[in-house]
């Protein structure tokens, strides 16, 4: 989303700057060279809370900061035109009230500083305690625009102006894949030969936070891996298909990264497996997945990867977000919820997905140009002057 969202903004808006502010600007900052990155001390709840008020208090007094020197991210939201949010599906009480409440920090922080909010392309909500907080940040936004119909369906809850509310899609559908030669070069380093044409290669993507004991809110995690492990190697016994594991997030620590619940995955098949080691870019990635024929995923931009290949996708969902965009491409019959994951029922939607994928491709294929063009709106929704720079949380 955010290389989407850089790319494309400095290339329609003639002398535009993008600054990304983000936890992890040593990490993130490789991965940006069209845009100036900042670290964002939103994770820093008493930090952030205290910059807040401080803010707050210049508002209160009718002080106009054009710098502030205590902090890089709100020092680069004096200077913006605009403040665009892209937390993806992280302004929600889903992942629990403290995490809701850091991203909900530089929202305000840049309203207090009267700058246009967009919240762009997003999955928001359900709120219960944050709700009062939610509707008074999400109601002073300049535009926010969600990516599929349950959160449109939440945020009009709230009271939103539908003028400021609009149904649009991800921006990850506007990611261009790697070329075929680079994607090839990838395969090869990571010793994985080209697939035999009758054999089927079966992309899967599992998530770290079904192996993060400390998920509470993934009641089935480290269970779901034992059922996919158990389907998959009874998948092996019934057709030709070799496995490709594919991490889809590296960190920021340890914990998070991917590639230890796919090695988790690996112990727990019998099917020997191959698996995508290194950490590579998304463009990369997007290209890696495009080379399976059908797809299982956890991670919901890895998904996006996939169906936006035309690779169909069996889609294990852990928030309302993964049945809202599977909806809105027309196949909301292959999400299955991670905490009614079962042997008894994910075999066979596995066996259906790969002896339906010429049908499903066929929807993918009349339902991908609308939402790409949805996509498209977000960075012509952008409130803008025609000189401008952009600053984006995360």
Same mark, same amino acid.
């Given at each position: 989303?955010?290389?989407?969202?850089?790319?494309?903004?400095?290339?329609?808006?003639?002398?535009?700057?993008?600054?990304?502010?983000?936890?992890?600007?040593?990490?993130?900052?490789?991965?940006?060279?069209?845009?100036?990155?900042?670290?964002?001390?939103?994770?820093?709840?008493?930090?952030?809370?205290?910059?807040?008020? %401080?803010?707050?208090?210049?508002?209160?007094?009718?002080?106009? %900061?054009?710098?502030?020197?205590?902090? =890089?991210?709100?020092?680069?939201?004096?200077?913006?035109?605009?403040?665009?949010?892209?937390?993806?599906?992280?302004?929600?009480?889903?992942?629990?009230?403290?995490?809701?409440? =850091?991203?909900?920090?530089?929202?305000?922080?840049?309203?207090?500083?009267?700058?246009?909010?967009?919240?762009?392309?997003?999955?928001?909500?359900?709120?219960?305690?944050?709700?009062?907080?939610?509707?008074?940040?999400? $109601?002073?936004? @300049?535009?926010?625009?969600?990516?599929?119909?349950?959160?449109?369906?939440?945020?009009?809850?709230?009271?939103?102006?539908?003028?400021?509310?609009?149904?649009?899609?991800?921006?990850?559908? &506007? &990611?261009?894949?790697?070329?075929?030669?680079?994607?090839?070069?990838?395969?090869?380093?990571?010793?994985?030969? !080209?697939?035999?044409?009758?054999?089927?290669?079966?992309?899967?993507?599992?998530?770290?936070?079904? =192996?993060?004991?400390?998920?509470?809110? &993934?009641?089935?995690?480290?269970?779901?891996?034992?059922?996919? @492990?158990?389907?998959?190697?009874?998948?092996?016994?019934?057709?030709?298909?070799?496995?490709? %594991?594919?991490?889809?997030?590296?960190?920021?620590?340890?914990?998070? *990264?991917?590639?230890?619940?796919?090695?988790?995955?690996?112990?727990?098949?019998?099917?020997?497996?191959?698996?995508?080691?290194?950490?590579?870019?998304?463009?990369?990635?997007?290209?890696?997945? @495009?080379?399976?024929?059908?797809?299982?995923?956890?991670?919901?931009?890895?998904?996006? @990867?996939?169906?936006?290949?035309?690779?169909?996708?069996?889609?294990?969902?852990? $928030?309302?977000?993964?049945?809202?965009?599977?909806?809105?491409?027309?196949?909301?019959?292959?999400?299955? !919820?991670?905490? $009614?994951?079962?042997? $008894?029922?994910? &075999?066979?939607?596995?066996?259906?997905?790969?002896?339906?994928?010429?049908?499903?491709?066929?929807?993918?294929? *009349?339902?991908?140009?609308?939402?790409?063009?949805?996509?498209?709106?977000?960075?012509?929704?952008?409130?803008?002057?025609?000189?401008?720079?952009?600053?984006?949380?995360?």
């Amino acid at each position: 989303m955010q290389q989407v969202a850089a790319h494309v903004w400095t290339q329609r808006i003639p002398g535009a700057t993008v600054t990304i502010a983000t936890p992890f600007p040593h990490r993130d900052a490789p991965h940006y060279a069209l845009a100036t990155v900042v670290r964002s001390r939103r994770r820093n709840l008493p930090l952030a809370t205290v910059h807040l008020g %401080l803010l707050a208090l210049a508002r209160t007094l009718g002080f106009r %900061l054009r710098r502030y020197r205590f902090s =890089s991210e709100i020092d680069a939201m004096c200077r913006a035109d605009v403040v665009v949010d892209l937390s993806g599906d992280m302004l929600t009480e889903d992942y629990g009230l403290l995490v809701g409440y =850091s991203h909900m920090l530089p929202l305000m922080q840049a309203l207090l500083l009267g700058k246009p909010l967009f919240v762009c392309a997003q999955s928001i909500g359900p709120f219960n305690r944050l709700e009062a907080l939610a509707k008074a940040v999400l $109601s002073r936004a @300049a535009m926010v625009t969600v990516r599929e119909h349950i959160s449109e369906q939440l945020v009009r809850g709230l009271g939103l102006d539908s003028d400021k509310c609009r149904k649009t899609a991800d921006l990850a559908f &506007l &990611l261009e894949p790697a070329k075929e030669d680079r994607t090839l070069e990838l395969l090869e380093y990571e010793g994985i030969p !080209p697939c035999p044409p009758k054999r089927v290669r079966l992309g899967v993507s599992v998530s770290a936070l079904l =192996s993060n004991r400390n998920n509470r809110h &993934l009641k089935n995690g480290l269970g779901s891996l034992s059922t996919l @492990a158990s389907a998959l190697d009874v998948l092996a016994t019934e057709c030709d298909i070799e496995f490709m %594991l594919v991490p889809h997030v590296f960190g920021p620590r340890d914990k998070a *990264d991917d590639r230890h619940a796919c090695l988790a995955l690996t112990q727990e098949m019998t099917t020997p497996v191959h698996m995508i080691n290194g950490e590579y870019r998304p463009e990369e990635l997007k290209g890696i997945i @495009a080379t399976c024929d059908a797809f299982v995923g956890c991670r919901m931009h890895a998904n996006i @990867a996939a169906l936006d290949s035309e690779v169909p996708t069996l889609a294990i969902g852990y $928030s309302h977000k993964t049945a809202g965009i599977m909806g809105e491409l027309g196949v909301p019959e292959w999400v299955v !919820p991670v905490e $009614s994951l079962k042997v $008894s029922t994910f &075999l066979p939607m596995l066996r259906r997905l790969l002896d339906e994928r010429e049908a499903y491709k066929d929807t993918l294929k *009349d339902r991908l140009p609308g939402i790409r063009d949805r996509s498209i709106e977000n960075l012509i929704l952008l409130p803008v002057p025609p000189l401008s720079n952009i600053g984006t949380s995360t």
